[in-house]
């Protein structure tokens, strides 16, 4: 047997590949999931604490700002850890999929207020004032002009950072979510080949490299315009 | 065009260059003797940057040939590194490295390509600054300069390369009025000492008072040459009497 | 619930190996970040080369490691390569699934930042006689940290974070001697405290962060 082949038998056993692909597709099901539900939960939080924010009182402000900075310092692994090991000793046991799902929304919570706080802050204050002018109120003016002006600011460095999020769904593995990567590595160890590893990459690059591709696309769509 | 007398330090024959289906260059030739002063003028878009940025290779020509001090510019076996330390280059933008000092934007191609050593590079570099008016501005950043100062900066990086011709990108089109007389007073000065100069500007009165020669470009081509005299009070060409007379009512 | 989240005994006990945790996770850092950097330098210069033949793998190969999850990465060096005779231990394996991963972060942060200065400096040099990787050294890419200093931070944030996986392959970093210890005890004041060590030691660096964003911000209007 050549080379070539003893690293096709290794790396992309038939196989292999033909017994446990349902279980890699049934972990890629779950991170979709998981990646929807951390990305609906966590951009909808953001967003919340950044409008909460612009009413501008002071306690609440700082209160916010602390644990943006608090989400923004931790390692996304050690608040799954964190969950997942420590909420049992008060009695409550989430599982690894609702652990894994509260800690990447709280850290793309903070993430976003940020991201949508600087898009706010970056509307020039004549918006403001033409709007108050107008009669508008502050929610009116916040909702109908000056959100709508930040959210274009926001969308290139928010869809970047989602993505780096997101793909932190491989994380819950850690905490035993049958996931793709938790999937794959079982499977690895059952059968003895790494075949399943590389369906599992695969897997991956199916979700993940379009929206790679879109964020690059988007990226460069918004910086002509600026 | 009636070639200068003496052997020519910078000989461009038959240059073009194309931009994708844009035709910038049309077969332009171009001699310049040494310390003589040719400037050249013409509307925008008619080549003649292109032509400049072409006698030191920043803009690679499509076709023909470029000489300068003897070393044939476009032939791949010549250190273009090395050549370009002959030629200097004074931009519209000044383009001075917001970085370094103004001493270190002197001196940073003495160290980097003459291989100077700091001390010998530094010496060199404060007798450039000296000789733009600049000695006591050695330590300032760019950003605490005027226009007209980062512009006299940028040509003493030229010079202190001791280069033997020197090439004059429009380099007071992005200074203030009050700014433009400094520089051009270095450039005569320049002028004074001997050195080579291809100037393109829209300077009239300093063409006038320090040119050798005129040529007039148009649409890629050179329309017109002649001493300064002769193209600004009597052009021969219609192109080139309706462009100066252009320029004059401005 | 102090008794529990922050056991003082249990604290006092499982400090020393904390702390050895805190140290490797400073010499991880202090490993990877260069490496990450040196490889996103590399990207980043071979991305001024404006061939289509390079620019296309590079962009696929930035893409690539841009859509996989470091710790897909990390396990398919860990526990897939093994399979083909090649074994290079968790340390090994952290090492190069960084260089890879984080690289390609720093090579597009620092490709924006030698995008944002203008070509008329690359041609002041090349002007001078400086050749391309001189200009490229001296001129643009001081400039260009410069101009992308708040990104090159924010991903050094990251990548610090990011250290915490190399437990997952038994490193012994802050996160996994913080779970030795929680398993030892039973109890989570380990992991608690690990979380608050690496709070107060990168908090800093986010309100830092957080100023010079809006710094750069306020300068744009």
Redesign the interface.
């Given at each position: 047997m050549g080379n070539w082949d003893r690293f096709v038998e290794t790396f992309f056993n038939a196989k292999v590949m033909a017994k446990y692909w349902p279980d890699i597709l049934s972990g890629l099901f779950v991170t979709i999931e998981l990646a929807a539900l951390i990305v609906v939960t966590g951009l909808i939080a953001g967003l919340a604490l950044a409008l909460l924010r612009s009413l501008g009182i002071r306690p609440l402000n700082w209160l916010i700002v602390f644990v943006v900075d608090l989400f923004r310092a931790l390692p996304p692994l050690v608040i799954i850890v964190l969950i997942y090991f420590g909420l049992p000793s008060v009695d409550l046991v989430p599982s690894g999929f609702v652990s894994t799902w509260i800690s990447l929304a709280l850290v793309l919570m903070a993430f976003a207020e940020e991201i949508f706080w600087a898009g706010i802050t970056a509307v020039p204050r004549g918006q403001w004032e033409a709007a108050r002018s107008t009669g508008l109120s502050f929610g009116q003016t916040l909702l109908g002009v000056v959100l709508p002006q930040a959210l274009r600011i926001t969308i290139p460095p928010l869809t970047n950072r989602t993505i780096a999020i997101t793909k932190g769904t491989a994380l819950g593995s850690v905490v035993a979510v049958s996931e793709i990567l938790g999937q794959a590595s079982s499977a690895v160890s059952n059968s003895y080949n790494p075949s399943p590893l590389t369906l599992g990459a695969a897997a991956y690059l199916v979700l993940f490299l379009p929206v790679v591709v879109l964020g690059r696309w988007i990226e460069t769509r918004f910086a002509w315009k600026r | 065009m009636t070639p200068p007398a003496a052997t020519p330090i910078v000989r461009a024959t038959a240059i073009h260059k194309h931009f994708g289906a844009l035709h910038v260059l049309k077969g332009v030739d171009l001699e310049v003797a040494e310390r003589e002063l040719v400037f050249v003028i013409g509307p925008s878009g008619s080549g003649k940057s292109t032509l400049l940025r072409c006698l030191n290779r920043l803009e690679e020509p499509s076709s023909g040939s470029v000489v300068v001090d003897g070393i044939d510019l476009l032939d791949p076996r010549t250190d273009i590194n090395h050549a370009r330390q002959r030629i200097g280059m004074v931009f519209q933008s000044f383009n001075l490295y917001p970085h370094m000092t103004a001493l270190g934007n002197v001196t940073l191609a003495l160290r980097k390509v003459a291989g100077r050593g700091r001390a010998e590079a530094d010496a060199i570099g404060q007798a450039a600054l000296a000789r733009v008016g600049l000695a006591d501005r050695a330590g300032h950043m760019p950003a605490q300069l005027s226009g007209g100062q980062q512009q006299r900066v940028a040509i003493a990086r030229a010079i202190a390369l001791e280069p033997r011709v020197m090439l004059f990108d429009e380099p007071t089109s992005a200074l203030d009025p009050e700014l433009v007389g400094s520089v051009l007073q270095v450039m005569r000065e320049l002028r004074e000492s001997g050195m080579t100069m291809v100037v393109v500007s829209h300077e009239m009165g300093f063409a006038r008072a320090a040119a050798d020669r005129v040529l007039f470009m148009d649409e890629g081509m050179i329309v017109e040459a002649g001493p300064p005299a002769q193209i600004f009070a009597a052009p021969a060409q219609e192109r080139t009497r309706a462009f100066i007379s252009q320029i004059k009512h401005h | 619930?102090i008794e529990?989240?922050l056991n003082a005994a249990i604290l006092k006990a499982a400090w020393p190996i904390l702390l050895a945790g805190l140290g490797n996770t400073l010499a991880l850092s202090l490993l990877v970040v260069p490496l990450g950097l040196a490889g996103g330098v590399v990207l980043a210069l071979l991305s001024t080369v404006r061939v289509q033949w390079v620019r296309w793998p590079l962009m696929a190969w930035v893409?690539?490691f841009?859509?996989?999850?470091?710790?897909?990465l990390l396990?398919?060096l860990y526990?897939?390569?093994p399979?083909?005779g090649l074994e290079m231990g968790g340390f090994g394996c952290v090492a190069v699934a960084f260089f890879l991963n984080t690289g390609a972060y720093y090579g597009e942060v620092l490709r924006a930042g030698i995008e944002s200065v203008?070509a008329?400096?690359i041609?002041?040099?090349?002007?001078?006689?400086?050749?391309r990787l001189?200009a490229l050294a001296?001129?643009v890419l001081?400039?260009a940290v410069?101009n992308v200093m708040p990104d090159l931070l924010s991903n050094t944030?990251?990548v610090v974070?990011?250290?915490?996986?190399a437990?997952?392959v038994a490193l012994p970093e802050l996160?996994f001697q913080?779970?030795q210890a929680?398993s030892l005890t039973y109890?989570?004041t380990p992991?608690?405290a690990?979380?608050v060590i690496?709070?107060l030691?990168?908090?800093p660096?986010?309100?830092l962060?957080?100023r010079l964003?809006?710094r750069a911000?306020a300068g744009?209007?």
């Open positions: - | - | 619930m529990t989240f893409d690539f841009r859509a996989f999850p470091p710790l897909v396990i398919f526990a897939g390569l399979f083909a203008p008329g400096q041609e002041a040099a090349r002007s001078t006689g400086l050749s001189q001296h001129v001081p400039q410069r944030l990251e974070k990011l250290t915490s996986l437990s997952v996160l913080a779970r929680q109890n989570p992991i608690v690990a979380a690496y709070f030691l990168l908090w660096v986010v309100r962060l957080s964003e809006n911000l744009r209007r």
